[in-house]
């Protein structure tokens, strides 16, 4: 047994290797478009060239090979089909199927250009065992088109070697390096250099290879190269690298038959809530982050995720943020031929702390808002739900900060603001403008004057008051002068109409050119009173 045995993982390998014109005979398919007798291949352009990338059976028959000029093979087949190359369709296909992996483990990873890994430690026994896992995998992947070669062992570089060479394999804990020994150097994957100086050099097979002292290998070949083959002979192991982190609490559930109803799903649904409620009450858990997640019969798998601002812990909540969340889709839940597989998922969680509730009404006037803050969000966004907190600046647009009610609604409550001085008028506007707007000031009273009259917005306004200048440095540590001083203004016409309004720098000093010269004067609008 290998000395790694003791914490040693399950690795199923994936491959496609016809995955790029798999995919567009597939699509051709259903698109009712049918296809001929003649071979089919894809190219993609390297080096000025065209070759070709993927091919089908019948070109295979033919004779032609990955590498193969176009040219040469439209001489070695004349009636041949050519489709273009499109790597961000090809990954987004095998972002698909990993995603549809994800009801077998939810620990996917991606081995570009055309493979997954999946970890299949510890669940291997939900579906029958190993081999009855991967005569599943393999199964549905054939059905739906696609050419697959398969292996587990235990670790990954082993099983993706098999996969190259002898698909189906099942390798025992130990017995790595015998099962991989008489296959040819090429299944491990390393560049062209590497793998034509092992051949130059009378290595064929990767057992030949194996033969020879780690030192000799590491010499030649380097380093990462022998890191490679004992990964292949179970030596050593490196950890895969799921396309997505692995939730603190997962509940799910099978069905033998599909289910395509509202009400179905929505039991069902409530059903697993109740279940994730109590797996995590037993360790005193609350949910911030919930994903659903629905599988089709045909391969399809929609996930939907609600946050929350606090953790829950009861089942009723759970249900209806996803009732407000699927009521609010813009692309409604289409079950197609049916839902085979729902999955709940906690994929961040927090320890629940116990407040008196009894006696503190602030308690659940809190939980309330909370609560309240949580449906909205469910069903515009959470994004879209925001709170203000104050910042250490005296900056007009950087004083306020936006941001998200159900992460900072604790920090809103307890905010300090400045507090409105008694009978007389407010410092800032009630609408305080994204970005101030520029106005036109034909004349003012220099150098630290308001203006007399301003056009905005093709209007013009007479000033009968005005209260200031406000003088607001800019800050200095966080910009590269660029930033003039404002002279602020509280401006009132005679319509009674009052502005906020500022001068962009000070006469004399900052409005001046690099010649010295007096340079034009800017005025902006910055808010309104009310």
């Not at 996917?108 to 005569?135: K, M, N, S, W």
């Not at 037993?282 to 391969?299: H, I, N, V």
């Not at 905010?415 to 000031?441: H, M, N, Q, T």
């Not at 602020?488 to 001046?512: H, N, T």
Request: glycine share 8%.
């Amino acid at each position: 047994m290998s000395a790694y045995s003791a914490n040693r993982r399950r690795i199923l390998s994936l491959w496609l290797p016809r995955l790029p014109i798999d995919r567009i005979q597939r699509k051709l398919t259903q698109d009712g478009v049918a296809l001929g007798d003649t071979p089919s291949v894809v190219v993609a352009k390297q080096n000025n060239a065209l070759l070709i990338y993927a091919l089908d059976d019948l070109a295979v028959h033919s004779g032609l090979s990955i590498g193969l000029p176009l040219a040469n093979a439209r001489a070695i087949c004349p009636e041949l089909t050519v489709f273009d190359a499109d790597e961000a369709a090809d990954r987004k296909t095998l972002e698909d199927i990993a995603d549809w992996c994800d009801r077998f483990t939810p620990l996917v990873a991606l081995d570009p250009p055309h493979g997954l890994y999946l970890d299949i430690t510890g669940c291997a026994h939900l579906f029958g065992g190993e081999r009855a896992l991967l005569q599943i995998v393999c199964g549905a992947l054939t059905r739906r088109g696609f050419a697959v070669s398969a292996a587990i062992a235990s670790t990954a570089i082993c099983a993706r070697t098999l996969t190259r060479q002898a698909s189906g394999k099942i390798i025992a804990d130990g017995e790595e390096a015998e099962a991989v020994g008489p296959l040819p150097v090429s299944a491990l994957g390393a560049n062209d250099a590497i793998t034509g100086g092992l051949r130059r050099a009378g290595l064929k097979t990767i057992g030949d290879v194996a033969s020879r002292g780690r030192h000799e290998i590491t010499a030649r070949f380097g380093a990462g190269f022998t890191t490679l083959l004992e990964q292949a002979l179970g030596q050593g192991d490196a950890p895969i690298s799921p396309r997505k982190p692995l939730p603190d609490y997962i509940v799910e559930k099978r069905f033998p038959e599909p289910v395509v109803t509202d009400t179905v799903i929505a039991m069902n649904l409530s059903a697993l809530a109740q279940m994730l409620v109590t797996a995590m009450g037993k360790q005193g858990k609350g949910a911030r982050r919930l994903e659903a997640s629905f599988f089709r019969t045909d391969g399809a798998v929609r996930t939907i995720s609600v946050d929350t601002g606090r953790p829950v812990t009861r089942a009723e909540v759970i249900d209806r943020l996803f009732r407000e969340r699927l009521d609010a889709l813009n692309d409604p839940l289409d079950p197609g031929f049916g839902f085979d597989l729902i999955r709940l998922s906690a994929s961040r969680t927090e320890i629940v702390v116990q407040q008196q509730r009894d006696l503190d009404a602030n308690v659940h006037d809190n939980d309330e808002l909370g609560a309240l803050i949580d449906r909205i969000a469910a069903r515009i966004g959470g994004k879209r739900v925001v709170v203000h907190l104050p910042q250490d600046t005296h900056i007009p647009e950087s004083a306020v900060l936006a941001v998200t009610a159900q992460h900072h609604l604790a920090a809103a409550a307890q905010a300090a603001w400045p507090e409105r001085i008694e009978s007389e008028p407010p410092l800032r506007p009630l609408r305080l403008f994204d970005r101030p707007e520029p106005i036109k000031v034909p004349f003012a009273t220099v150098p630290d004057g308001p203006p007399h009259q301003f056009t905005w917005r093709r209007v013009t306004h007479a000033v009968v008051r005005v209260e200031g200048p406000e003088r607001i440095a800019m800050e200095w540590w966080k910009q590269n002068g660029d930033n003039p001083t404002r002279d602020y203004f509280r401006i009132e016409d005679e319509a009674g109409l009052r502005f906020w309004i500022f001068r962009d720098g000070l006469y004399e000093s900052e409005l001046a050119d690099e010649e010295g010269e007096p340079a034009s004067v800017r005025w902006f609008v910055h808010g309104l009173f009310a």
